[in-house]
């Protein structure tokens, strides 16, 4: 079974801070990872996703997320935040030959940005 | 993107009622929905799989008679709380795979809140 865990619930920091959100995951075999974002009153919204190829994924807004194999790991990264990046981050993934390709979500980590 | 659209948004219901919801996608076509429930402060919990044409997979501890999908074409999945309880009340999402998108990913729809009196 495939499981996901993230390890800040809460974030909260200054604009300009840089922000990384931690996210590991367990399965054995072959993953395609994601982060989501849900900002306020809003639905989940695709932030990066990683399929093969370049452990760095970029995606929108300046999110930039790596794959370390190794480590399991999927963390995200921005190195300024505004205001408007308040919102909830989810991490997600789903192993690559896993019946119907189901996505497991982490808990979640709040970001609240302060201007 | 594609847009998968979920109505109604929000439904308060009596106790022992039955509650629809459904989850459209817009602009493309998608064999399998997923049904996710997000309890305030948690993350989405996997409900069930919603396969069109076919019976939908339920994962372990979700009463398959107390919420019954239905996938009856490619673009309508629908999801019925059957008997509703308090205790169901939660925010149900449902989303869709694109048929002709990359594999895995998935479209999400904005919600449907539940409250159950």
């Known amino acids: 079974a495939q499981s996901v865990s993230q390890h800040n619930h809460h974030v909260i920091l200054s604009e300009a801070a840089s922000l990384e959100l931690g996210c590991n995951y367990s399965y054995g075999g072959t993953v395609n990872l994601f982060w989501y974002v849900q900002y306020p009153g809003q639905h989940l919204q695709l932030l990066l996703k990683y399929f093969s190829g370049d452990p760095l994924v970029k995606g929108i807004k300046g999110f930039e997320a790596e794959f370390i194999k190794s480590k399991f790991s999927f963390n995200l990264r921005k190195p300024s935040v505004q205001w408007s990046d308040t919102a909830e981050y989810f991490c997600?993934?789903?192993?690559?030959?896993?019946?119907?390709?189901?996505?497991?979500f982490g808990g979640g980590t709040r970001v609240l940005v302060k201007p | 993107g594609a847009v998968v659209s979920q109505h109604p948004s929000r439904v308060i219901c009596k106790s022992g009622t039955s509650v629809k919801i459904e989850c459209r996608s817009l602009d493309f076509q998608a064999t399998t929905m997923f049904w996710y429930r997000q309890f305030p402060k948690k993350s989405l919990m996997l409900m069930a799989t919603s396969n069109e044409g076919s019976k939908a997979t339920y994962e372990q501890g979700v009463e398959k008679d107390k919420f019954l999908i239905n996938h009856a074409s490619l673009t309508l999945s629908t999801l019925t709380v059957t008997s509703a309880h308090p205790e169901d009340s939660s925010f149900y999402i449902c989303?869709?795979?694109?048929?002709?998108?990359?594999?895995?990913?998935?479209?999400f729809g904005e919600g449907s809140r539940l409250t159950v009196l």
């Open positions: 989303s869709a795979r694109d048929l002709a998108g990359v594999t895995g990913e998935l479209f």
């Open positions: 997600a993934v789903n192993g690559a030959r896993a019946a119907g390709n189901k996505l497991t």
